[in-house]
């Protein structure tokens, strides 16, 4: 079963607005990750976040993480039309790194 | 460009055959991944080697098998192929130094197209 589950399934923004997804899990884990992948290409890790951290930036990302309610967020801002892709979380359980079903993005320019 | 090479990019292909993927891990890195991409099914965990050993098994159907060999790369094995087996067939890899710092890098895929 898949461990995170994105939300919304996709967004349409307009290029300058900020964009937020959600990722839920359901296990404890020791860190979450966020990767996009452009479309019919392999995925690109963005950022990790650790178990004991609550927010972690990175250029125009931002992530936060809430171990106690499970769950992950990653926001985009100022969002260009480049950033249009599909966006997905993914944690390590047991040897297996399992992503979520992900997020379609499209930034309208 | 992640360090990640795979081949063949494009393999179309019958029903009924077999076929073979073939994954480079980037320089020192242990863990070789396994992953099916189909339109309907997302983004699938199919297999993960660490070091030539098999650590976790998803839901790889038993016509599927891989292997990790002593240079690391591994190779993914697709027997009596169906219309069904259709799908981008991507692997990655990790260096797992720690087990706070599990990132992936993947490689471009292998378009798999069965006819």
């Known amino acids: 079963s898949q461990q995170g589950e994105e939300d919304p399934q996709a967004l349409s923004i307009q290029e300058g607005e900020n964009a937020t997804m959600n990722c839920s899990y359901k296990?404890?884990?020791?860190?979450l990750q966020w990767y996009r992948q452009n479309s019919g290409r392999g995925l690109v890790h963005l950022i990790l976040?650790?178990?004991?951290?609550r927010e972690k930036h990175s250029g125009r990302l931002r992530v936060t993480l809430d171990t106690s309610k499970k769950s992950s967020s990653l926001l985009i801002t100022a969002s260009r039309a480049a950033d249009t892709a599909s966006y997905f979380c993914?944690?390590?359980?047991?040897?297996?790194?399992?992503f979520g079903q992900g997020t379609e993005l499209s930034v309208k320019p | 460009d992640s360090g990640v090479t795979q081949t063949p990019k494009h393999l179309i292909t019958a029903t009924g055959q077999r076929v073979t993927l073939r994954c480079s891990p980037r320089?020192?890195?242990?863990?070789v991944y396994w992953y099916q991409q189909s339109l309907d099914q997302g983004l699938q965990f199919l297999i993960h080697?660490?070091?030539?050993?098999?650590?976790a098994k998803g839901n790889i159907l038993e016509r599927f098998s891989a292997q990790q060999f002593p240079d690391l790369h591994s190779e993914l094995n697709l027997s009596s192929l169906e219309l069904g087996d259709s799908a981008l067939y991507f692997c990655?890899?990790?260096?797992?130094?720690?087990?706070?710092?599990?990132?992936?890098?993947f490689g471009q895929g292998t378009r798999l197209t069965v006819v």
């Open positions: 296990t404890s884990i020791n860190n």
């Open positions: 993914a944690t390590l359980q047991g040897g297996k790194l399992i």
């Open positions: 990655a890899s990790s260096n797992h130094k720690d087990r706070m710092n599990t990132e992936a890098f």
């Open positions: 080697y660490y070091n030539g050993e098999e650590r």
């Open positions: 320089s020192g890195d242990l863990s």
């Open positions: 976040i650790r178990s004991n951290e």
